[in-house]
């Protein structure tokens, strides 16, 4: 049995909640490990093999991520590791778990900003952090993340938990802004206007406002279309429709951004063909197909986004390094246990 079936076959024993089976020997094939939903990458993933003949054998995997693909070590089938969140792929780079890659065509299509500069990460989607309004509140065109703490909206905010990765790396993006003692002012000031204790989900936010229980807070871009397009079901769907949605921005900035993205695995067997998957993610018919599946922003220039999202309005992105929020969250995790966010 080969390297990349022996693999397979212990991740199928470690119960991976999907897995296809091996390709034909002398046919090509790319092993994707990701914390991605089935449902949001099967059809990027179904065009890929219809375009270019590789099949893709697909392990989903919940959580560690990386620590699975560290435990397999030189053994790994990984060849494809792709994740959502700039601090899980930065954690892939410091853990030696990705190896460079040079790509003419992935460096035309991904902006600097979004990929290493050396190659072992590639941004493929951005979403937006942004905020779900009660439909009656005016004024809120020049909403900033920093009015948040304002007491004019006490008792009125939700959030999910500041410990969840989407709030860690806004605090993190909001730390090398402002520094550590404005950023814990700013967190003590969001803890006193929560509604109710910060958990749940970004969706639960909208179904809170939806249920007056509280006027603002903050959520993911996609999950407006997931939520307005019906596919979460027509609960779902009144509570996108239930709420307005603002792009608010860092005071002098714009509005922070999250990324999905890819790296290929230092041991890949499969490394050419892994390498042509993330060309081809990159491509413009794969950022239509993620704008469309998944309701995020495509990286590329020029691919057009979903209307859902367009209805937003002009999304204008903050300046602050990826990496050195992915460097930040730890501190920003530390500040959202020393002010009790989450008790």
């Known amino acids: ?11 199928v024993a470690l119960a991976a909640p999907a897995q296809a089976q091996g390709a034909p020997e ?14 949001l990458i ?29 435990a ?32 003419a065509t992935l460096e035309a299509a991904i902006p600097a900003s979004l990929r290493d500069p050396e190659g072992r990460w590639f941004a493929l989607s951005t979403r937006a952090r942004v905020a779900y309004a009660d439909p009656d509140l005016r ?3 020049g909403l900033t993340y920093e009015d948040l703490a304002d007491p004019k909206w006490k008792g009125k905010v939700c959030l999910r938990s500041g ?27 969001v803890k006193d206007n929560l509604a109710r204790k910060a958990g749940g989900g970004d969706r639960d936010v909208a179904r809170d406002i939806v249920a007056d229980l509280c006027d603002i807070g903050l959520g993911n871009s996609y999950y407006v279309g997931l939520m307005r397009s019906g596919r979460g079901g027509p609960e779902q769907k009144k509570w996108g429709e239930g709420i307005q949605v603002v792009l608010p921005t860092f005071q002098g900035g714009g509005t922070h ?24 993610l990159a491509s413009d018919e794969a950022q239509a197909l993620y704008a469309k599946a998944d309701y995020e922003y495509p990286v590329k220039p020029g691919v057009a986004v979903d209307p859902l999202l367009t209805a937003l309005g002009p999304l204008k992105v903050d300046t602050t390094s990826l990496v050195e929020i992915a460097r930040n969250r730890k501190a920003a995790s530390l500040l959202v246990d020393k002010v009790g966010f989450d008790r």
């Open 26 to 39: 002398g046919a090509r094939e790319v092993n994707l490990y990701t914390t991605r939903e089935p449902g």
């Open 139 to 141: 004024d809120l065109a």
């Open 72 to 103: 397999e070590g030189a053994r790994s089938a990984a060849d494809v590791v792709m994740t959502v969140d700039i601090g899980n792929l930065i954690e892939l780079v410091d853990r030696d778990l990705a190896q460079p890659v040079r790509s």
């Open 42 to 70: 099967r059809p990027l993933l179904d065009a890929f093999t219809k375009a270019s003949g590789v099949k893709v054998n697909t392990v989903f995997v919940d959580k560690g991520l990386a620590e699975r693909v560290a």
């Open 257 to 280: 951004v999250n990324v999905s993205g890819a790296v290929v695995a230092k041991n890949a067997p499969n490394r050419d063909s892994a390498v042509t998957l993330l060309e081809y």
């Open 1 to 11: 049995m080969s390297r990349t079936a022996l693999a397979l076959f212990g991740l």
């Open 163 to 189: 410990q969840h990765p989407y709030n860690t790396a806004l605090i993190a993006a909001y730390l090398v802004k402002h520094g550590e003692a404005k950023t814990e002012a700013w967190l003590r000031g």
